[in-house]
């Protein structure tokens, strides 16, 4: 049952990254038909121009947690790359649990009663005619942080398993390494 | 003990490091390690301001320019995805073929016009050698000549816009512009924008670009391989192959780049126009059958743009007819574009790009937040004074600040990548050293800044022992290839650069001369 967690984690994180992929597709297309607009036919909504806002800000959070699954964060692997397993496992547990928990707690911390406040008002945006959803955008803050938070714990959860020597679970996604980002 | 508690900002940075060469993820351990010493701080007196993360994190995300580097990064993951580079290099290869060194000066080409998928130097590397060095070694080319230009072409796409390293460099100095003009008294400075930094780059990349191919060719007329060095896979192109495999993608990047220069698009608009050529071509060259995936969609935007131009000239806008073959040309382009799409979807292509493509903007705005949050603790520990105070206590004014942080880079990029450099190191060091003159005696700029950091970094890439490229290069590059060749090779190439990085120094005009003459 507890063995479950970290694949639970990695699952949810999994779906919020191909949400986030859905949205930076469509960051393109609004940005591509704002240009076409303004370009050819001289017109634009205020709207329209800060959709593609809304779209880069679930591009650019909701994948973070996930990217920790599949090993996209770059590190400084001049000692890390040779390590041996167990080696790389002892660094991702203590990593994940003095800095990346402190550090997803703390943003979900202190952007909760940021957001409540944007909430509250139900903050619009600074354009009269803009999207009147800002407290939408402002709420991705502590959804990252907190997906974070539990994809840290997965990791951690991974990395103890392979230290001692439970299962030979991977700390990384299969597949993930060789496949090179640009 | 005092001591130690009155020094915790420097304490941070060098604990930071150290942490860092664990090889924890550099985003999270930049972010953690400053949360440690702001509660050491919070308990020792110091007041760390933990409120204002919300509000720079959002400032992140809401901050319409850094859209384009989503988008960017999208264009430069399609080129690569869709094989562009490799059908880039064939094709220079064929048209170099004349040359002395040719394939050598392709790789240096290929290496600049794909700039903009480059983010960070290790990718780029791995990707350039493995495609070019099994080519370059079966076609004669000495190992040496072969690692050092694979190396080089990999790190010179950091400099040639429209790469998002300088897109990020260019955020980041633009607030420290702002505030060393505030510190002097200046309330209403002219905003450096990322084109002022895209114009800038501009020429020193070309005169890299060069230097390098000049050295390629007079290592390759000495050592004279006797017309060996060719590529051996071109032999059956033709003229009109090779048009049809470099036009199209040279063209596009040229477009993005114009757009940008000419100050017609913001970098922005041009990454999305960027992204839906290049979604063109991946498509088109899916299915090189049918010609009508590229032709249509090129053919409406030739129409706009004309209907543009048109509309300039002979002052005939809002006219009937400007709007009918507006529309026209408007429909050509996004229903060609979503043909392209469409198949891209079919095939797999666009899914496994996005994918990519997420991830990497994850990374880099990981980091981004991270080094937020270090540089906001580093702040409230008194670390700004303290650098501050350094800089300018420094023997040898301009000169003497300008070397110190120069040597303090070059040593960083032994073990950090550019971006991480970029969001810690330029926030602390560029608002003072803005305030200071010139070589020349005029006010410094932050266009000269950024280009002399940036070719700076890259020559820290390159140089060996711990150069980054080589390090990654080591790991793509056959067995047979030896580590010293590695080195030796890259060795003239830093020279090379350090060549560039002189001359900057006493003709700021090279970096300097296109923002002004295009833009002021």
Same mark, same amino acid.
């Given at each position: 049952m507890m063995k479950q967690i970290p694949i639970v984690v990695t699952q949810v994180n999994r779906f919020a990254a191909s949400i986030a992929s859905t949205c930076l597709f469509f960051l393109f297309v609004t940005q591509f038909c704002v240009v076409l607009l303004r370009y050819v036919f001289d017109t634009g909504f205020v709207w329209m121009q800060e959709l593609p806002l809304y779209f880069h800000g679930a591009a650019v959070l909701l994948a973070i947690a996930y990217t920790l699954h599949t090993g996209g964060h770059i590190r400084v692997d001049i000692f890390y790359r040779s390590a041996d397993r167990k080696r790389k496992a002892r660094i991702d547990a203590a990593g994940s649990l003095f800095f990346l928990l402190p550090v997803s707690v703390t943003i979900f911390w202190y952007s909760l009663p940021y957001v409540i406040a944007s909430w509250a008002v139900m903050e619009g945006s600074a354009q009269p005619a803009g999207i009147p959803a800002v407290f939408v955008l402002k709420t991705l803050l502590p959804v990252f942080s907190l997906l974070l938070a539990f994809q840290g714990i997965a990791q951690f959860w991974r990395a103890c398993a392979v230290l001692s020597g439970e299962h030979e679970a991977d700390l990384a996604a299969p597949g993930s390494e060789d496949e090179d980002l640009a | 003990m005092t001591l130690l508690l009155e020094h915790l900002?420097? #304490?941070?940075?060098?604990?930071?490091?150290?942490?860092l060469l664990?090889?924890?993820?550099?985003?999270?351990?930049?972010?953690?390690?400053?949360?440690? /010493?702001?509660?050491?701080?919070?308990?020792?007196?110091?007041?760390?301001?933990?409120?204002?993360?919300?509000?720079?994190?959002?400032?992140?995300?809401?901050?319409?320019t850094l859209i384009a580097v989503p988008l960017f990064i999208v264009m430069g993951i399609v080129l690569k995805k869709a094989r562009i580079a490799e059908d880039l290099l064939t094709a220079l290869g064929? +048209?170099?073929?004349?040359?002395?060194?040719?394939?050598?000066? &392709?790789?240096?080409?290929?290496?600049? +016009?794909?700039?903009?998928?480059?983010?960070?130097?290790?990718?780029?590397?791995?990707?350039?050698?493995?495609? &070019?060095?099994?080519?370059?070694?079966?076609?004669? $080319?000495?190992?040496?000549?072969?690692?050092?230009?694979?190396?080089?072409?990999?790190?010179?796409?950091?400099?040639?816009?429209p790469s998002i390293v300088l897109v990020f460099l260019a955020d980041q100095l633009s607030n420290a512009y702002q505030t060393s003009q505030r510190e002097m008294g200046n309330f209403a400075p002219d905003p450096f924008s990322i084109a002022d930094l895209f114009a800038a780059a501009f020429l020193p990349g070309l005169l890299l670009v060069g230097v390098y191919v000049i050295y390629q060719i007079a290592v390759s007329l000495r050592t004279d391989t006797g017309g060996r060095d060719r590529s051996t896979g071109c032999g059956a192109m033709t003229a009109i192959d090779v048009w049809f495999a470099m036009g199209p993608p040279l063209a596009l990047i040229l477009c993005v780049l114009g757009a940008i220069l000419g100050g017609v698009a913001t970098p922005t608009e041009a990454a999305s126009l960027g992204v839906a050529g290049?979604?063109?071509?991946?498509?088109?060259?899916?299915?090189?059958?049918?010609? =009508?995936?590229?032709?249509?969609?090129? &053919?409406?935007?030739?129409?706009? $743009?004309?209907?543009?131009f048109g509309e300039a000239l002979w002052d005939g806008s809002g006219s009937v007819f400007t709007f009918a073959v507006s529309a026209i040309g408007a429909l050509? $382009?996004?229903?060609?574009?979503?043909?392209?799409?469409?198949?891209?979807?079919?095939?797999?292509? *666009?899914?496994?790009? #996005?994918?990519?493509? $997420?991830?990497?903007t994850a990374m880099v705005f990981a980091i981004m937040i991270g080094a937020t949050i270090f540089s906001l603790v580093f702040r409230d520990l008194g670390g700004d004074e303290t650098v501050s105070v350094l800089l300018q206590d420094l023997p040898g004014g301009t000169l003497g600040a300008v070397l110190i942080v120069m040597a303090v880079m070059f040593a960083l990029g032994f073990f950090l990548d550019f971006l991480e450099i970029v969001f810690v190191v330029v926030p602390l060091v560029a608002p003072i050293l803005l305030q200071l003159p010139m070589p020349d005696g005029?006010?410094?700029?932050?266009? =000269?800044?950024?280009?002399?950091?940036?070719?700076?970094?890259?020559?820290? /890439? *390159?140089?060996?022992?711990?150069?980054?490229?080589?390090?990654?290069?080591?790991?793509?590059?056959?067995k047979e290839v030896a580590t010293a060749d590695i080195y030796l090779g890259a060795a003239p190439f830093v020279g090379l650069q350090l060549l560039v990085l002189i001359c900057l120094w006493f003709f700021p005009d090279i970096a300097t001369w296109l923002p002004r003459y295009l833009f002021s």
């Open positions: - | 900002d420097l #304490l941070m940075l060098a604990m930071s490091l150290l942490m664990f090889g924890y993820p550099a985003a999270f351990t930049l972010g953690g390690v400053a949360l440690v /010493f702001a509660g050491i701080g919070f308990f020792s007196g110091a007041a760390p301001t933990m409120g204002a993360i919300p509000i720079r994190l959002f400032g992140i995300i809401s901050n319409e064929w +048209l170099f073929r004349k040359v002395p060194g040719g394939l050598s000066v &392709s790789v240096t080409v290929v290496g600049a +016009l794909l700039a903009a998928s480059t983010g960070i130097v290790g990718a780029t590397v791995v990707t350039m050698g493995l495609i &070019s060095l099994p080519s370059l070694l079966k076609a004669g $080319v000495s190992p040496r000549l072969a690692t050092g230009s694979i190396a080089a072409a990999g790190t010179l796409g950091q400099i040639i816009p290049a979604l063109v071509l991946a498509g088109n060259r899916q299915l090189p059958g049918r010609r =009508w995936l590229l032709l249509v969609p090129l &053919s409406g935007a030739f129409i706009l $743009v004309l209907t543009q050509a $382009v996004a229903g060609g574009l979503f043909a392209n799409i469409i198949v891209l979807f079919r095939n797999g292509i *666009l899914q496994n790009v #996005l994918k990519s493509a $997420v991830e990497f005029s006010p410094m700029s932050p266009a =000269w800044l950024g280009v002399m950091m940036a070719v700076n970094l890259q020559t820290s /890439f *390159l140089t060996p022992p711990f150069g980054f490229a080589l390090f990654y290069l080591r790991g793509a590059a056959p």
